[in-house]
């Protein structure tokens, strides 16, 4: 393992890991964005609220939980699980008449929607910022490769996306409502007439989609301040990833979520003040040269 | 068993369908024929309620099922093959046949295979790569999957070879030895003249002419007019 440190600089390896389990968040969050966009055409900029809501219930879980290392890994359970019963009600009482809608339409009532998930966040904790304590096991370093110090809680993180990975390959392609949700993105009248009701399929869909939201913030929570406005700078560069990987394709948010970690992290290291506009850059590159996104999409 | 009476349907503000009535009755086999655009697919559509008719009824084994949602109809026992197929592209032949809603187990995916014994040696494929013909079967073993007491069956054999047709022509008396009541509408006036025993021609969005098959068969007028024979 040595060698590897020999040909790469212990920086550049530690930076590009720390991109990796940044990519993690970012891939959790947009493959739920992205299995919405794909089958129910929804583009929703709630979503990133979704996200919010699911790092402020860590908050609070965590805390009900004495703030130690219990509070995390209920936080880790319930927090998604309660942002799932949020998206649930919107998508019963709200979402499930859109459908049909224009797509200029969806994007202003999902924005509109994100603008009253933000005001509810703001009423029911505040405008204070909060914070998750790393859980006590997870807190320090560990030596990767013989002498590469690295948080385990980020080393966490990069077990977590390949898990969730595998979880959503065998969710879409060994389930029958994962292959129900692959027909319906493609013609879902016609789902409807073969005898399933799609409106429940899809509300299946809304909530895995958002409770992959509501994961996503769960997991950031303890490396970030929890704090309004966190899902704004999210939901951007959740749809940039969609959009690069190909609209609807979970594998393709994988992909952008990597290009856009790894970019991000290396922009750093090469130009640290205008690290940030490296990932931009990447986008516009694929963009030119793959307008629909490097992986098939949907649409 | 199906009972459509005086339905109208719009797409839109046009006027698709005037005052269509059709019966369907148990074990039968009926044609509804017409050219291009008369209003066949639109006819179907109607009843499976996927576009829904805004005047008249439809009946279902004596139960009022007009406007009624696509998936419950299914449920019903209405099995609808609509002309563009309109396969699962990306699932494989048995998937497609697994998510189907099955209302009951007389029709299950071995009987299913053993129809179309094709399928079975294919069931791994995407669907998206079958020929027309496989196609055709795989929306049409998918319609059985729920055990339907009614096929839609529209133009199957549109865009066909003449081989495959043939076939296709035998699988469909089979499934109306079975018991299956089959609505099918065709402009190949040939080949279902040989699977029929009534008629229906439609124009222009109107029921022209109504009778058994002989009937047809004698009257060069309609035939002339609407059929192009």
Redesign the interface.
Known sequence: MDSILAFVSPGILSQILVGLSRTVILFIVASGLSLILGVLRIPNVAHGSLYMIGAFMAYTVSHLFGGGTAGFWAALVIAPLGVAAVSFVAERSLFQFLYEREHLMLLLLTFAMSLVFGDLVKLIWGAEYRSVPVPAHFQGYINLFGGLPFPIYSFFLLVMGPVIAVLLWLLTNKTKIGKISRAAAVDREMVGAVGINVSWVFAIVFVIGCLLAGLGGVLVAPTVSVTLGMDHTLIIEAFLIVIIGGLGNVWGALLGALIFGLTQSLGILIWPQFGIVFPYMAVVIVLVFRPTGLLKSTW | MLDVKGIDTYYGLSHILFDVTLKVGAGEVVGLLGRNGAGKSTTMKSI?G?VPPRKGTVTFNGENVTGG???ML??KGIG?V?DDR?V????CVD??L????Q?SKEWDKERVYDLFPALREIKARRAGHLSGGEQQMLTIA??L??SPDLLLLDEPTEGLAPLIVRDLEQQISKLRDAGISILLSEQNVRSALKMISRAYVIDNGRIRFEGTVEELEANEEVKKKYLMV
């Not at chain 2, 699962?88 to 699932?91: I, Q, W």
């Not at chain 2, 697994?98 to 809603?101: E, G, L, R, S």
């Open positions: 499976m996927i949602k696509p998936f299914f449920r609808y609509p309109r699962f592209a990306d699932l998937d497609n697994d998510i189907v809603h209302r998918r319609a999957m729920g």
